[in-house]
Every structure is written in structure tokens, then in C-alpha cells.
């Protein structure tokens, strides 16, 4: 059996694209590991491998020599232990979803003259992914990226960003705009983590909302656990219909049921978003080391199907006003619903999945 490694950080961002890769490579008849941190817990639980390893990785948060001494040792020791999974292991091809976690698998995977490719989710490339692009053999995009040297551009490929099974169930349901006096289905959420702003915005806005449009709400929100009672008072007060959580595990068919969508612009997100096509308020997380929201969003907000919103110049009253032009015309719900569709990559896993198929040495041996 071939033995194709994904590696990615521990967060959502980077594990939900490598889980819809893993179930296209077993699907072909790969054997699929996992190497990742200590934080996937809650979103590795669906990955579908025998075994998660874990090997140490640092980041170099601060400047201070003692921390950067630290950081690299820590490095040194995760080369270390991913050489030792490389050889044991022997994978057929090392790839790597971006998170500093992957430096060192991927890193221990050109050593040993591995295969090894990277997946880079956003429009601006993450830190990790910026340090490993020189040195491995291909780069694979979820969306054209801005700003590529050319000798990163000449092996880089656009595939789009694998979206989960549970993604593409979502898509075969066609959006329904709510017409006046229907059940307005709204869903907010702020990426992997959640977004503690959404948490006072929403609540805002939806008091600002004619009372039509508020006694017909059903609302799904995501909310940090540190809000998450705040938020569900909120509504109970209101007696408004809501779900809250700090976590959906089902959100793939939330948003597929959702008449609008309210979120950061992460890039799983924004994929997601396109591939089911339903329109959304998308607020770009404003301090994002790494990646801009903002260019995320920038695909679908052009063909109309998102409208974005900075957070800095989001008032109550103007999210209120977004979400009831948008409940208020349904023919326009519908017509941002499929320019979002337009822009989505359902095949992005298959796409991805053929690329790790042309690596050197892979075809037809499994
Ligand atoms: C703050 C930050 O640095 N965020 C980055 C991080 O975001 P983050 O980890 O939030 O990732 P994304 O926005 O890309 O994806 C969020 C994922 O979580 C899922 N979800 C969300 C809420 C919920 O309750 N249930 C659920 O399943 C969504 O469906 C989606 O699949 O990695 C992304 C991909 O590199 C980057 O684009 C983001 O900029």
C-alpha cells in the first residue's frame, strides 16, 4: 500500500482541508497518515486515519533571544522526530496544509528527498507555507495568490480548497430565499475558533431589525465560550428560535439550510460559502498575522456574491440594514446565492488528489 502523509497545524483552517484530501486518497486506495499538534483535538476527530502523530514545532512569537533560542531547539528536536517518522513510515509523498507544524515533516520530508508538496488556502501565503515554498518540489493553491515570485509561481497550481463530503452534501440542495412571512434562516459564525465580535454585533443589529423580519429569525450562532451564555440569554429574552455554541459540528448543513450567512472570511469558509452557494455578510478578521481576509473574499465579493464588510466601519445599524435589504428581496438572495456557487471548486479534493498521484514514483504502485 502507497503511504501518502498530510501535515497541517492544528486548526480548523488547516485540518479540514487535509481531512477532505484524506477521504479522496483512501477513496483511490492510498493509505493516509496524519501529522499534526496537540490543538487539532475537537477537529481531527473526524479525520479519517488509524493514527494522528504528533511531532514538536515552535513559532518565534517573540523576539527575545532566550524565547528564539528555546524555539529552535524545540524545531531542531521536531526535525529530529518527523525524520523519524519519514523513514519509518516512508511515504510516497509528504504534503503540507500551512501551520508552523508542518516545517518540520516537511522539512525532515525534502531531507530525506521525499516527494513533498504544500497546499496553501488563502490568497496571501501563510508564514509557514512562505518559509517552505523554496524547498519543496510543487505548491498547490485554493485561490491564485497575490503577489508570487516567479520561481514560486512557475510550481505553483490553482486547485482550490478541498471541502469536506459533508460540503458537498450541503451543495446538492438548492438554496431557497424566504419569501415574506417564511422562516428566515440566519447563520453566524467566525471561523474554527469563533469570533468574540459577532457575539455583541449580532445581538446589536438583530434589536435594529423591523419586528417582521425578528419574529421570523432562526437563528444558528457560533459563539466563544466565554460568550456563549450572554448570547443565548439574548435570545431566549427575545424569544427568538437560536442555536448557540462554540462549536458546530454539523455546520456544513447549517449553512446549507441558511437563508444568509454572517461570517469571518477564512479561507475553508469562503470555499464553503461558494461551493453550497448561499449569500453572506463576510467580515474579514482585521488582525490576522498571516493571511488577509479581505483578499479571501475579494473572488466572490467581485461576481456579487458576498458583500464584505470591515469590521472598523461595521455599526449595528449598518449590519442591521445589510440583513434586512437581503431578507427583504429574496429574487437578490437568490442572485448572489448562485454567483456564489460560481465561484466554488466542488472538485478541489479530486484536483489536489491527482496532483499527489503525479508525483514522482506514486503512479500506479498501490
Ligand atoms: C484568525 C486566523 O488566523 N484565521 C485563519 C485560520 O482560520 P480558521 O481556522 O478559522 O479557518 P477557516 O475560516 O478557513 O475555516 C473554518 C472552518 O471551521 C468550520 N466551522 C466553523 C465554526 C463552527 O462552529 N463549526 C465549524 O465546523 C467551518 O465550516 C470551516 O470549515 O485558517 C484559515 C486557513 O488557513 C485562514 O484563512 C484564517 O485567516
Redesign the pocket.
Known sequence: MTTILLAAGG????L?PAEALAHELIARGFTVELVTDERAGRFAERFPVKEIHRVRSATFASKNPVAVATSLLTLWRGFREAGALVRRLRPAVVVGF?GYPTVPPLMAAVRAGRPTIIHE??AVM?RANRFLAPRVDKIAAGIAQEAAEPTIAAKTSVTGNPVRPAVLQAAAIPYRPAGPGETFELVV??????AAFFSDAIPQAIDRLPEDLRGRLKVTQ?ARAEDEARVRAFYAERGIAAEV?P???D??AR?GAAQLVVS?S????VS?IAVIGRPAILVP?PY????D?AA?AAKIEARGGAIVAAQAELSPERLAGLIEDIAADPARAATMAAAARATGVPNAAALLADLVASMPGVGGNR
Open positions: 486548526t480548523g483552517g488547516h479540514f500551512g488556502q488563502n501563510g459564525f467566525g471561523g474554527s475558533q469563533g457560533q455554541s462549536f458546530f459540528t455546520m456544513a449553512i469571518r477564512g479561507a475553508s469558509t464553503e478578521f490576522a498575522l498571516d493571511h481576509q479571501n
